[in-house]
T-cell receptor, first 113, second 114 residues
Framework: GAVVSQHPSWVICKSGTSVKIECRSL??????MFWYRQFPKQSLMLMAT?????????EQGVEKDKFLINHASLTLSTLTVTSAHPEDSSFYIC?????????FGSGTRLTVV | AQSVTQPDIHITVSEGASLELRCNYS??????LFWYVQSPGQGLQLLLK??????LVQGIKGFEAEFKRSQSSFNLRKPSVHWSDAAEYFC????????????FGKGTHLIIQP
């Protein structure tokens, strides 16, 4: 149990376009999900906490207008990278915490060209 | 604010040898501690976690970790490594309790020599 599915696993987009990443809890309900960002050969940094039915909570330094988070149901949170630029290229990974297990999705590799 | 330090960026171990990966944390309250493993381009797999109770925690794949409050450490160990253990290992502490976002260390890259 406690499976988190993330889609797509990789995406290439043109500079200036927007990209949506989905994070789904497959066998449990998640009122809270987390979005992290990982630069190459670096650690994971928490970007925001996604709350079902309410606004996301963003970490200091993360632009909420750039990284739009929607958590409209108990099993789905989405992260939209708006007007993407090459510096947004990174590995984005979500997690949920059923029974305090902090289960992670498989991540999305975003490349902006 | 909480923080996690993994002092070793790279560690090279011979196959069959024992392994210890170091992790030190800074957190004001009782820490919720985790070890994750990440293969290249993949997500994170939970190896083990500590919330309370027995300070020696058993995890998957033959890993264990020991919580030492006096040293603010949570080192990961394995008695005999396999080539498939080569990966990136992250130690993390939960913010605000066990169901909160995580603060990660910078990771330790484990290389296995044949």
């Amino acid at each position: 149990g406690a499976v988190v599915s993330q889609h797509p696993s990789w995406v290439i987009c043109k500079s200036g376009t927007s990209v949506k990443i989905e994070c789904r809890s497959l066998d449990f309900q998640a009122t809270t999900m987390f979005w992290y960002r990982q630069f190459p050969k670096q650690s994971l940094m928490l970007m925001a906490t996604s709350n079902e039915g309410s606004k996301a909570t963003y970490e200091q330094g993360v632009e909420k207008d750039k990284f739009l988070i929607n958590h409209a149901s108990l099993t789905l949170s989405t992260l939209t990278v708006t007007s993407a630029h090459p510096e947004d290229s990174s590995f984005y990974i979500c997690s949920a915490s059923p029974r305090q297990l902090n289960t992670f999705g498989s991540g999305t590799r975003l490349t902006v060209v | 604010a909480q923080s996690v330090t993994q002092p070793d960026i790279h560690i090279t171990v011979s196959e069959g040898a024992s392994l210890e990966l170091r992790c030190n944390y800074s957190y004001g309250a009782t820490p919720y501690l985790f070890w994750y493993v990440q293969s290249p381009g993949q997500g994170l797999q939970l190896l083990l976690k500590y919330f309370s109770g027995d300070t020696l925690v058993q995890g998957i794949k033959g890993f264990e970790a020991e919580f030492k409050r006096s040293q603010s450490s949570f080192n990961l160990r394995k008695p005999s490594v396999h080539w498939s253990d080569a990966a990136e290992y992250f130690c993390a502490v939960a913010r605000g309790g066990g169901a909160d976002g995580l603060t990660f260390g910078k990771g330790t890259h484990l290389i296995i020599q044949p």
